[in-house]
């Protein structure tokens, strides 16, 4: 007979909390473990509607996910955006919280999104003292996001694999593996995600994430590339990457699949959270077997 | 090899249309004007246009989207947001004065 597992020590498969989604969730807390809240959306926001994330946070483990701090920059990190991070950490009190390892404005421009640094060691060090004053600033330390790109970051002198290790290095933040920006990347810049999965401290993984997108074809120049954008179903390949993920890594992982947009019935989410748990379960039987080899008669 | 200088080159680069197209039309000598090192130039002249194109499709759609967003915010929102702002960078303010001094 075996024992179900401690909720400690089990693996955990959660869901991108948006608004369009929100009474779906709640109906269906049963077959979802953990919740992620995209913090900027709530730095506006009145206190009750903080009360309300505080409460939701009672119901079920709570991620807030920045997107604007762009933290991994050789300019220092906005002390304003900081301080919004830090008062809405202190009312919702969530079970951790993250931001993208990108940079999203220079020189006063917004970008409007999350852009790749050029990898190098000068933003190596940049992102860890930002990383050093966001953790002064909120109180505790994000979780750090390797993110897609379609653009080879100008002026890079290194690998993703290589720049992504330089971080973790360089700082004591644990890592949101973003599992669909890894293949993404692969798929655009021609490299196996499963060798920069087996060069990464897995056991810093804090939580993964899971998402699709589709492919964008350019105009003006020959080529195109897969972005990134929340809006597809997750793809086998990247399954097969959380399979990997599970195999390898010995503490218990949460999985949070992302969706931003042309939402899909209900169903086919749980479906997707389904398959997210197979692939765990398949990379621990893995795990399973190969760390307790029979000694052969 | 990168700088804040360089930083804020991208941002320009991917966020604002005319400076790339001027930029596309005479790359060394709008990197130079915009006084980037050498080793900075360099690497712009190699830039991936297949994905400075589709970046910049993308990021173009992104600030559209905020612009929208703030337009429907009102006069209440802003008021709110700018409120919120200067709360914030008083707060900071103080803590920078009560950190110590090395």
Redesign the interface.
């Given at each position: 007979m075996t024992l179900p597992l401690p909720d400690s020590l089990r693996d955990r498969v959660g869901l991108g909390w948006r608004a369009p989604l929100a009474a779906d969730i709640l109906a269906n807390l049963d077959r979802i473990d953990a919740v992620e809240v995209i913090a900027d959306d709530y730095f506006d926001a009145p206190a009750r509607d903080r009360q309300a994330l505080r409460w939701l946070g009672r119901q079920v483990p709570l991620a807030l996910h920045g997107v604007s701090l762009g933290l991994a920059s050789t300019a220092p990190a906005d002390v304003v955006r900081l301080d919004h991070m830090a008062r809405l950490v202190a009312d919702v009190a969530p079970w951790l919280w993250s931001e993208h390892l990108a940079f999203v404005r220079g020189g006063g421009v917004e970008i409007g999104h999350l852009a790749a640094p050029p990898r190098t060691e000068a933003t190596i060090e940049g992102a860890a003292r930002n990383l050093a004053r966001a953790r002064a600033i909120v109180g505790s330390a994000p979780l750090v996001e390797n993110i897609s790109t379609i653009i080879e970051p100008p002026g890079s002198q290194m690998s993703e694999a290589a720049w992504l290790q330089g971080v973790l290095a360089a700082t004591e933040n644990g890592l949101l593996l973003d599992l669909h920006n890894l293949y993404a990347n692969g798929c655009n810049f021609d490299f196996d995600p499963r060798e920069v999965i087996a060069g990464l401290p897995l056991e810093r993984v804090g939580y993964i994430h899971l998402a699709g997108g589709k492919w964008v074809q350019a105009t003006r120049f020959p080529g195109r590339r897969l972005l990134d954008d929340h809006r597809h179903a997750t793809p086998l390949p990247v399954f097969d990457l959380l399979e990997e993920v599970a195999r390898r890594a010995p503490q218990p992982l949460v999985v949070i699949l992302e969706r931003d947009g042309d939402y899909p019935a209900f169903d086919e989410l749980l479906a997707e959270l389904d398959a997210a748990r197979a692939a765990l379960a398949r990379g621990r039987a893995a795990r399973l077997a190969e760390t307790h080899v029979i000694a052969p008669i | 090899?990168?700088?804040?200088?360089?930083?804020?080159?991208?941002?320009?680069l991917?966020?604002?249309e005319a400076f790339r197209e001027r930029f596309l039309a005479a790359p060394e000598a709008v990197a130079e004007a915009f006084g980037l090192a050498p080793d900075?130039r360099a690497?712009?002249a190699?830039?991936?246009?297949?994905?400075?194109?589709?970046?910049a499709?993308?990021?173009?759609r992104?600030?559209e989207y905020?612009a929208e967003y703030k337009r429907r915010q009102g006069w209440r929102?802003r008021w709110?947001?700018r409120w919120?702002?200067w709360l914030?960078?008083l707060?900071?303010l103080g803590?920078e004065g009560r950190a110590p001094r090395t």
């Open positions: - | 090899m990168s700088s804040p200088r360089f930083e804020a080159f991208l941002a320009r991917y966020a604002d900075e690497a712009l190699a830039i991936d246009l297949t994905g400075l194109e589709l970046a499709r993308v990021f173009a992104k600030l905020k929102g709110r947001r919120r702002d914030a960078r707060r900071q803590n």
